[in-house]
């Protein structure tokens, strides 16, 4: 097993930036592609960004596609989430999970998950 734990989130101004971050322990870190999930009040856990176990690839959901950049530290056993030019709706709380899976944006095919982390931009 892999155990997350995120962190970064606060409060900021719409147009402000926060960097999360996801530590790991357990099971060896590189042997899971990571991915950051969000889920705001009334809606439906949705798909952020994830990385490859070697962090050699990664992926974005149109709604952050050029402002938020993933990374990951494999000796550090941490992934992070850059995020830039925030807006109001980028409001809510930022989970990081793992899957053995090669590439996944599929939140029922992440099998470990973080408690979260609260995300809150003002206007």
């Known amino acids: 097993q892999v155990h997350l734990v995120e962190s970064g989130g606060g409060l900021v101004q719409a147009g402000g930036s926060l960097r999360l971050s996801c530590a790991a322990s357990?099971?060896?870190?590189?042997?899971?592609?990571v991915g950051w999930f969000r889920q705001a009040p009334g809606k439906e856990r949705e798909f952020v960004s994830l990385i490859t176990k070697s962090g050699g690839s990664t992926g974005y959901g149109d709604d952050v596609k050029g402002r938020f950049t993933i990374s990951r530290d494999n000796g550090k056993n941490t992934v992070y989430l850059q995020m830039n030019s925030l807006k109001p709706e980028d409001t809510a709380v930022y989970y990081c999970a793992a899957t053995e899976a090669a590439w996944e944006s599929q939140t029922s095919r992440y099998n470990y998950w973080g408690q979260g982390t609260q995300v809150t931009v003002s206007s």
């Open positions: 357990g099971r060896t870190f590189s042997w899971y592609t």
